[in-house]
């Protein structure tokens, strides 16, 4: 089992739509974890990263981890053209390897005007 | 200020020959990283430089990759001999290095295709 482990898609939805992004991870001593947003042709940039478990907000984006379920989620309300790209989950390694991303395969995300 | 570049953006090459991947970090950041990012794999880690320690390699597919990061600034990922299957797009990072949250900034990254 990957270590973490995201639902390719492609996911397309109406302009002002809500959207769902989801990762699984396969340890619970995982506890930093981070969406990343691509667009094509670039690099990624971080969005948005959560420790543990619980929500976080900024703006349109609330992250949320439940360690129960060993689920990691994405939530943009009011989904806006400029939104699409590729979404990447991604956990941060734990002790003396902190430094390291382990990443999934993203969600490709269309929102149509 | 100016973000992580990389060059060359595309680099297309035959089987069997070696390239060269540059990175130049954000300035003052004294961790750099490489990932290869594939159709297949998604993106994998592959090397991390942090100031004058010894280097995580632990990410390299195989021995025919090798990377060094001169003066703490400058790094250059060298692929020898390279086959069809490393035809991928390859990113650079750096960070400021700190323990605990430590954003990682990416480039655009190069795209290498081999024929």
């Known amino acids: 089992q990957k270590e973490v482990e995201q639902d390719p898609g492609p996911l397309s939805v109406p302009e002002g739509a809500i959207v769902s992004l989801n990762c699984t991870y396969s340890?619970?001593?995982?506890?930093?974890f981070m969406w990343y947003r691509q667009y094509s042709r670039k690099g990624p940039e971080l969005l948005m990263y959560?420790?543990?478990?619980g929500n976080k907000e900024d703006g349109r984006f609330t992250a949320q981890v439940d360690k129960s379920s060993k689920y990691i989620s994405l939530f943009i309300r009011d989904s806006q053209p400029s939104d699409s790209a590729t979404y990447l989950c991604?956990?941060?390694?734990?002790?003396?390897?902190?430094?390291?991303?382990?990443f999934g395969k993203g969600t490709l995300l269309t929102v149509n005007p | 200020g100016a973000g992580v570049s990389q060059s060359p953006s595309n680099k297309v090459t035959e089987k069997g020959k070696d390239v060269e991947l540059r990175c130049d970090p954000i300035?003052?950041?004294?961790?750099l990283y490489w990932y290869r990012q594939s159709l297949g794999q998604g993106l994998e880690f592959l090397i991390y430089?942090?100031?004058?320690?010894?280097?995580?390699k632990s990410g390299l597919p195989s021995d025919r990759f090798s990377a060094e990061r001169t003066g703490g600034s400058v790094s250059t990922l060298t692929i020898q001999r390279t086959q069809q299957e490393d035809s991928a797009v390859y990113l650079c990072?750096?960070?400021?290095?700190?323990?605990?949250?430590?954003?990682?900034?990416f480039g655009p990254g190069t795209r290498l295709t081999v024929l």
């Open positions: 990072a750096s960070s400021l290095g700190l323990v605990g949250a430590d954003t990682q900034y």
């Open positions: 340890n619970s001593a995982f506890q930093y």
């Open positions: 959560t420790y543990s478990s």
């Open positions: 991604a956990k941060r390694g734990s002790g003396g390897s902190n430094y390291k991303l382990t």
């Open positions: 300035s003052g950041h004294t961790a």
């Open positions: 430089f942090q100031g004058n320690s010894a280097p995580d």
